[in-house]
T-cell receptor, first 114, second 111 residues
Framework: ETGVTQTPRHLVMGMTNKKSLKCEQH?????MYWYKQSAKKPLELMFV???????ENNSVPSRFSPECPNSSHLFLHLHTLQPEDSALYLC?????????????FGNGTRLTVT | KNQVEQSPQSLIILEGKNCTLQ??????????LRWYKQDTGRGPVSLTI?????NTKSNRRYTATLDADTKQSSLHITASQLSDSASYIC??????????FGAGTTVTVRA
């Protein structure tokens, strides 16, 4: 149990589908993040929320839409994705939005776009 | 541009042997450096964190070193076990919440 739970673990979707990824943290943290991890590449920061407010949108295409209804939950809504969007999507949380606050990652959602 | 380079990209070692992973970075200003371990199918888990003034830090069989002058770090695994098979990621933090990630070194330990 990592304290950060992501569902589903695996997702296969067509380019015209709409789906959502869910992340829940049980650590009482104030900051939550979405990262994209592609094979052999560094993690890419997508979105950052602090106290439910979005503080970072790292030039992510609009086909990815985040939602943070409260400090414990984070969603990533997906629509009209491309095959190159296939990757492992990792959610993370930290106690506060500061460089010394360590990240706690979930186990990710493995997304395949067909 | 802040960058983190890790080497080697992958390595294979026999159980019980030692190995050393390298991390070179150009992140500035520097706040801290972390090593994460990522098992297959899992999220990364923090192994160590090192700040500017720290040269060496150990966590069980993992020993991390930091040379802030040359902007290099290493992670040494002693007496490797099969459970050490994973990807090891070097992450450098500047003076804000944004992190610079390396692409990772994949370690395979064979019996």
């Amino acid at each position: 149990e990592t304290g950060v739970t992501q569902t589903p673990r695996h997702l296969v979707m067509g380019m015209t589908n709409k789906k959502s990824l869910k992340c829940e943290q049980h650590l009482g943290h104030n900051a939550m993040y979405w990262y994209k991890q592609s094979a052999k590449k560094p993690l890419e920061l997508m979105f950052v929320y602090s106290l439910e407010e979005r503080v970072e949108n790292n030039s992510v295409p609009s086909r990815f839409s985040p939602e943070c209804p409260n400090s414990s939950h984070l969603f990533l809504h997906l629509h009209t994705l491309q095959p190159e969007d296939s990757a492992l999507y990792l959610c993370a949380s930290s106690q506060v939005l500061r460089q010394n606050s360590p990240l706690h990652f979930g186990n990710g959602t493995r997304l395949t776009v067909t | 541009k802040n960058q983190v380079e890790q080497s080697p990209q992958s390595l294979i070692i026999l159980e019980g042997k030692n190995c050393t992973l390298q991390c070179n970075y150009t992140v500035s200003p520097f706040s801290n450096l972390r090593w994460y371990k990522q098992d297959t199918g899992r999220g990364p888990v923090s192994l160590t964190i090192m700040t500017f003034s720290e040269n060496t830090k150990s966590n069980r069989r993992y020993t991390a070193t930091l040379d802030a002058d040359t902007k290099q770090s290493s992670l040494h695994i002693t007496a490797s076990q099969l459970s050490d098979s994973a990807s090891y990621i070097c992450v450098v933090s500047a003076d804000d919440y944004k992190l610079s990630f390396g692409a990772g070194t994949t370690v395979t330990v064979r019996a």
